[in-house]
């Protein structure tokens, strides 16, 4: 006879069933700049409304419910006010994770994850089922809106992962550095930033390399660096010491990520090294961000999060040993290999 559930784990699954209401909320103050306009004092539900072009009804119960959660506070009646959780949906503040809720609640993620019943029953990614298109990466060479977000997104997340990657390991044997797929060019900036005798180069889709390049010659780097435009489906630029990619396999299924390793490789001198910087999926049920991570993977993009020995098997059917794995002080974890 089944026995009666616990009340604390059934208050516990709600929470997680209902997760999505509250994502959804976030990506609407996120969307809407709510904590730029209480950045300088609270404000009344009507003006914030007013500011936002929203009905202001609906708009207080959307807050309503992100107070409960910690973020904003509504400190008097339908007045609202910043908390330091709402901090982190602020623009352009150090470690601002506002452009990342954007990118998670527009509709090419959040209708690709609704659709995951149908990645599970086919293995079709929930993107190009929903969309039509093969990856979101085809979309935004068409879709300049959807291309800005996309990278905005990603380089909302980077810069406390670069200053990790940066402090792990050592560049400084390295005189050319080839950044592959290294988007908006934070990750390449901070690493010749911090190797003085480095020449950094930026690898990546057009729009992404002419983003990168005005990036780099604005904060002093143009001289010792530059961005090239390409597409690694096909080839990635010869000469480098060091070749680095971040969070660029996990974008792809098994035989996409070979092609790019095999392409690096077939540019790498005998010397040359590469560094994947990677989040890397723990073995057992230990929680980890990787494992949710994965299923965004499955959904949108149709990659995948691996654990040490499938990267290990991957790199080693492209022509690479995989030499040593370094955690840093967040998520991504470097792993270093060489050629076979």
Not at 20 to 46: M, R
């Given at each position: 006879?089944?026995?009666?559930?616990?009340?604390?784990?059934?208050?516990?699954?709600?929470?997680?069933?209902?997760?999505?209401?509250?994502?959804?909320?976030?990506?609407?103050?996120?969307?809407?700049?709510?904590?730029?306009?209480?950045?300088?004092?609270?404000?009344?539900?009507?003006?914030?409304?007013?500011?936002?072009?929203?009905?202001?009804?609906?708009?207080?119960?959307?807050?309503?419910?992100?107070?409960?959660?910690?973020?904003?506070?509504?400190?008097?009646?339908?007045?609202f006010r910043m908390t330091p959780l709402a901090e982190f949906l602020q623009s352009g503040s150090a470690g601002s994770l506002r452009?990342?809720?954007?990118?998670?609640?527009?509709?090419?993620?959040?209708?690709?994850?609704?659709?995951?019943?149908?990645?599970?029953?086919?293995?079709?990614?929930?993107?190009?089922?929903?969309?039509?298109?093969?990856?979101?990466?085809?979309?935004?060479?068409?879709?300049?809106?959807?291309a800005h977000i996309g990278l905005e997104a990603l380089t909302s997340r980077s810069a406390s992962e670069n200053d990790a990657v940066?402090?792990?390991?050592?560049?400084?044997?390295?005189?050319?550095?080839?950044?592959?797929?290294?988007?908006?060019?934070?990750?390449?900036?901070?690493?010749?930033?911090?190797?003085?005798?480095?020449?950094?180069?930026?690898?990546?889709?057009?729009?992404?390399?002419?983003?990168?390049?005005?990036?780099?010659?604005?904060?002093?780097?143009?001289?010792?660096?530059?961005?090239?435009?390409?597409?690694?489906?096909?080839?990635?630029?010869?000469?480098?010491?060091?070749?680095?990619?971040?969070?660029?396999?996990?974008?792809?299924?098994?035989?996409?990520?070979?092609?790019?390793?095999?392409?690096?490789?077939?540019?790498?001198?005998?010397?040359?090294?590469?560094?994947?910087?990677?989040?890397?999926?723990?073995?057992?049920?230990?929680?980890?961000?990787?494992?949710?991570?994965?299923?965004?993977?499955?959904?949108?993009?149709?990659?995948?999060?691996?654990?040490?020995?499938?990267?290990?098997?991957?790199?080693?059917?492209?022509?690479?040993?995989?030499?040593?794995?370094?955690?840093?002080?967040?998520?991504?974890?470097?792993?270093?290999?060489?050629?076979?």
């Amino acid at each position: 006879m089944p026995q009666p559930l616990n009340r604390d784990g059934s208050a516990t699954m709600l929470q997680l069933i209902t997760g999505f209401w509250l994502s959804q909320a976030i990506f609407v103050a996120a969307k809407l700049g709510l904590a730029d306009l209480l950045v300088d004092g609270p404000q009344d539900i009507a003006e914030l409304a007013r500011r936002t072009a929203t009905n202001e009804h609906a708009l207080y119960r959307v807050l309503r419910a992100l107070a409960s959660a910690g973020m904003f506070a509504e400190h008097a009646p339908r007045r609202f006010r910043m908390t330091p959780l709402a901090e982190f949906l602020q623009s352009g503040s150090a470690g601002s994770l506002r452009a990342y809720a954007i990118m998670s609640g527009e509709q090419w993620v959040w209708r690709s994850v609704g659709a995951m019943l149908h990645c599970v029953q086919t293995g079709q990614s929930g993107f190009e089922h929903v969309f039509g298109e093969r990856s979101p990466f085809e979309l935004q060479r068409t879709n300049p809106e959807a291309a800005h977000i996309g990278l905005e997104a990603l380089t909302s997340r980077s810069a406390s992962e670069n200053d990790a990657v940066v402090s792990a390991y050592n560049f400084a044997g390295a005189k050319t550095i080839i950044d592959v797929a290294g988007g908006e060019g934070t990750l390449v900036a901070a690493i010749v930033a911090a190797t003085p005798a480095a020449h950094g180069v930026l690898f990546d889709l057009p729009h992404a390399a002419e983003r990168a390049r005005k990036h780099l010659e604005g904060i002093g780097l143009g001289s010792r660096s530059e961005a090239l435009a390409g597409d690694f489906f096909r080839s990635v630029p010869p000469g480098g010491d060091l070749y680095v990619m971040k969070k660029v396999l996990h974008d792809w299924n098994d035989e996409r990520a070979l092609t790019i390793l095999q392409n690096c490789r077939a540019v790498m001198p005998a010397h040359g090294r590469l560094l994947l910087i990677e989040l890397i999926v723990p073995t057992g049920n230990e929680p980890s961000f990787a494992k949710m991570l994965d299923l965004l993977m499955l959904t949108y993009l149709g990659g995948r999060e691996r654990t040490e020995e499938e990267y290990r098997s991957l790199l080693q059917s492209s022509g690479f040993r995989l030499q040593r794995v370094i955690p840093t002080g967040s998520p991504v974890s470097l792993m270093e290999a060489v050629p076979i």
